[in-house]
Each structure stands twice: as C-alpha cells, then as structure tokens.
C-alpha cells in the first residue's frame, strides 16, 4: 500500500503545489472581494453538482460493481466498464447545458447577493462559462475510477497537474490585460469570458489526459447503447443512499456559501472567498495523503469483503489510519500554529492585501482543528462502501451535517460578522469530530471491532512525538513577529522554514525514536530511494 500510495502521493503533491501557485495567481488577478467571492461561488457550483450525481456514488458504488464485474464477467468487465463511460458522458452533457441555462437561479441558491448587484450578475455570467466543464469532468472521473479498479493510480493523480497549468495562465493573462485588479465594477465581459473559459479549458485537458491513460492500459472505448445490460437497478439501488448522502452534504454546502457571502457583504474580503481559499489548504494534507491511501484502500476492502475475510478489512482499515494520520497529526498542529505565516506568502499580493491573507490564515487555523477527524471520517465510510453498505453513511452524514448547520447558525448570530467565516470553520471542526465518534461505533458494530485500543494508542504516540514540533513552530512565530513587527513576506517565509521545515524534520526524528512503524516505513522508503 505505501508504493501505490506513494505514486499517488508524488502525484497528488505536485497536483497541490501547482494548486497553490493557481490559487496564488486567482489571488493576485482579482482578489478575495467581491469579485473573487462571484468567482468562487462560480466555480464552486459544478463541483457541488457533480458531488450530488457522480463523484459519491463514483467511490461508495461505481468502484465496488466494477471490482464484482472484472471478478464474474466473461470479459472481465470490459462490456460494463464501456457502457458506464458511455451512460456518464451523455448524461452529463445534459446536465452541463441544463445548468447553464439555469446559471441565475444557481447563483441564487447558493448566495444572499440581490438579482440586480453586480456581483450576481458577474457570478452568473461566469457560471454560464464554468458549469459547462461538467461533462468533461465527469467523464474523466469514470475513466479514473476504471483506471484506480486496474491498479494504475499514476494518471488520475497527476492529470489534474495540467489543469492547473492552464487555468493559471489563464489568470495571467487576466492579469495582464486587466485593469481591474479586484474592482468588480470595473471588470468588462470579455474578460469574464477569459477567466470562465479558462477555467472550463483546465478540465477540458484533464479528461483528455485521463481518456489517453485509459487506452493505453488496454482500455478500447466503444459507444454502447444497450443501457439494460448497465445494471442501472442495481446501481440505483446502491447509489440512492450515497445521493441521499450527497443531497444533505450540499444543503449544509449551500448553507455555508449563503452565510459566508452574507459576512462578505458586510465586511469586505471576509466572505466567500477566504472561506474557500482556507478550506483548499485545508484540504490540501487530506488530499495529498488521506485520498491516496484510501484511493489504494477501497478496492482491497471491497475484495476482502467480497471473499468473506473480515480480518482482512480489519487490518486494512487500521493500517490504513495510522499510515494517514502519521503525517495529519503533525499537520494539523503545523496549521494551528502557522496558518497566516502559510497564507501571506500565497496570497498576500497584487489585489489581496497582506491584512486579507492573514484572515485567510486565521480561518485555517481553525480548520486545523478538523484535519485528523475529517480524515477517520472518510476512512470510516470506505468501511461501510466496501460491504455495499450505502446507507449508514447517510444517517451519519445527516447527523453530522445538522450538528454542522446548527453550530454555524449560533457561531454566525453570536459573532461579529469578521470572525463569521472563522466561526463556519469551527463549526466544521466539531461536527466532524463528533461524526468520527458516530462512524467509529457503528463500522465497529459491522465488522466486530476496528482494533480501537492499538488505533488509539498509536494516535498518542503520534501526537506525543508532534509537541515538541508545535512548540518549535509556535516559538518561531513569536520571535519572527516580535523581531520584525509582525509578519510580511520574508518574515513569513522564516517562520515557515524554522517552524514548518524543521519542525517536519523534528518530528520525523523523534517519531523514529519513538519506533513509530509508519514513519519508519516512510523514513525507510526515502532513504531508500535517495541512496538509489
């Protein structure tokens, strides 16, 4: 498991690293004001629509049938695999017109701007541009999935790498030719069209890049019609729990969008915008670590279950836990301590100020807080995927989502609106927490225990050896800023080297010492290669 997670690993980081600089670019070109909030409610709406139809069911019911279907089909699946590809590109491109022609009542469903603002209408008009990319996403996530059940991770993880390539020089050229900066009323259609087609030509090119890998490992695309032989009832049958799962993520979605663009109406630069970009970093570890190893993890459960061997799903999910959270625990105290000092460098430029970075930066440390039960959440549900079971995880996400609303709700009406989106981040944090705690008990039920007592105790360990990591971190913090008067640029970059780099470093030490398994497997794998 830690070679094929740590090809998608390098995939995934270089994935994230141009992330960064693509999101440090949108920052630079238009800012975290207004028009970055329509920008950002824009984008966010396609990948919330493909949540709901696709990318839940892709993981929790699509993988698991295409496992059963190489296992005792006479073609080994192929025949299937054809009409999945084919059933996913028609009806997404359906919807993708669709959407398009239903941009304005989207943007309104997701934020509080009134129909005659400027940033609803810029909104709108770069929705008609994004949504359009859902047909090629969602075809490329079919092709991954099918890719990911033949054990070849490698492309899936890198192909979002040109994505960001072409959606960043597609902010450069923004940024060249624009004078507006962050002005919202000063942006002219043309380069609204700029930033939407560019933004739908990243995905274009990824779906191409996954559509190449998937023939060349032998995969030949033949157009198939003959939808009864695709299983749809089964399929449906399955997936109506995880839509059902998918419908009340996206409500607490939509709630979070309209109570952030609510904050950023009242206080400038702290609404929609510094929310997504924060929860990006935020995802950044989970995505890097987390979804490679349960991109590895799945279809070795679902076979384990298959074949009856419980003990098998037992160890791998345990296994699976401590290699993940190895690294989340670190992370997570990092982000904590060093939020602003990771957001300034990033987005402390062109038409974000520094000030606008450093909120970005608060909401993150809050967000750090929820990085290690947001991870055993989504390894918990791979639990309850792998036995077909698609409907304890919508109990477990309803709950988890009320608790997420109600506490957003109280933390928007006690707080003052500037620490609004920061209370949205908390809110998060504890729900998930407890959703962990809910997930924990009932996959324990399914599978006669989950071995908590050696989870546990390795979680301590790994935490133990993590403190003198936050202390380092958080002393360099205070001597940076008391040094320099607070932190810029440079001064970020410091903090980041000391407490990030060598805090990292520190860890990886003492975890040694401490003969913590999965960091001496990871030590053991780099010096391996470095010696090589």
Not at 11 to 25: A, K
Not at 178 to 198: Q, R
Not at 421 to 435: Q, W
């Amino acid at each position: 498991m830690l070679k094929a997670s740590a090809i998608m690993a390098a995939g995934t980081m270089v994935s994230r690293v141009t992330g960064f600089v693509r999101t440090m670019v949108l920052a630079y070109a238009i800012g975290t004001a207004l028009l970055g909030d329509a920008y950002n409610a824009a984008y966010a709406i396609p990948y919330s629509i493909l949540d709901l139809l696709l990318l839940g069911v892709l993981s929790s019911v699509v993988v698991p049938m295409i496992v059963r279907a190489q296992q005792r089909d006479a073609d080994g699946g192929r025949a299937y695999e054809q009409r999945l590809l084919t059933l996913a590109t028609l009806a997404l491109a359906v919807i993708a017109v669709a959407a398009a022609f239903a941009a304005p009542l989207l943007i309104d469903l997701y934020t509080v701007w009134d129909r005659d603002s400027r940033e609803f209408e810029v909104a709108v008009m770069l929705a008609r541009f994004i949504l359009p990319q859902l047909a090629f996403f969602g075809t490329g996530a079919v092709a991954g999935a099918i890719l990911n059940t033949r054990d070849r991770f490698a492309a899936p993880m890198w192909a979002p790498v040109l994505n960001n390539l072409v959606v960043i020089f597609a902010f450069l050229l923004f940024a060249l030719v624009s004078t507006a900066g962050g002005d919202i009323a000063k942006v002219t259609d043309g380069e609204l069209v700029l930033l939407g087609l560019g933004t739908t030509a990243g995905i274009v090119a990824q779906a191409s890049v996954l559509i190449v890998a998937l023939k060349r490992a032998g995969f030949s695309f033949r157009p198939r019609l003959d939808l009864r032989n695709a299983r749809l009832g089964e399929m449906a049958k399955a997936g109506v729990w995880t839509i059902g799962y998918t419908v009340v993520t996206q409500l607490g979605f939509v709630l979070t969008t309209n109570l952030a663009s609510a904050a950023g109406s009242l206080v400038e630069g702290h609404g929609i915008s510094p929310y997504t970009l924060a929860f990006q970093l935020f995802q950044l570890p989970y995505g890097v670590i987390g979804v490679s190893v349960i991109t590895a993890m799945l279809p070795r459960m679902s076979r384990a279950v298959s074949d009856g061997r419980f003990d098998d799903v037992r160890s791998e999910f345990g296994s699976s836990v401590r290699l993940v959270c190895s690294l989340m625990v670190p992370v997570s105290l990092l982000l904590m301590v060093l939020g602003p000092a990771i957001t300034v460098p990033i987005y402390g430029h062109g038409a974000n100020s520094v000030a606008d970075a450093v909120y970005i930066g608060n909401v993150l440390q809050v967000y750090g807080l929820a990085l290690v039960p947001f991870a055993l959440f989504q390894l918990l549900l791979r639990v309850f995927y792998s036995f077909g079971d698609t409907r304890t995880p919508v109990f477990v996400g309803a709950g988890t989502t009320a608790v997420n609303a109600l506490l957003m709700l109280l933390f928007f009406t006690l707080l003052p609106p500037r620490y609004a989106v920061m209370g949205l981040a908390l809110a998060y944090a504890v729900a998930y927490a407890l959703g962990a705690l809910t997930a924990w008990w009932l996959a324990g039920r399914r599978v006669q225990g989950l071995g908590g007592w050696s989870i546990g105790m390795a979680l301590t360990r790994m935490y133990l050896a993590a403190l003198p990591t936050a202390v380092l971190a958080l002393g360099a913090v205070w001597v940076v800023t008391g040094v320099f008067d607070g932190l810029g640029f440079v001064n970020s970059l410091i903090v980041l080297a000391v407490g990030g780099g060598l805090g990292l470093l520190l860890y990886l030490g003492v975890a040694h010492r401490m003969r913590i398994p999965e960091v001496n497997s990871i030590v053991g794998m780099v010096a391996g290669r470095v010696g090589r």
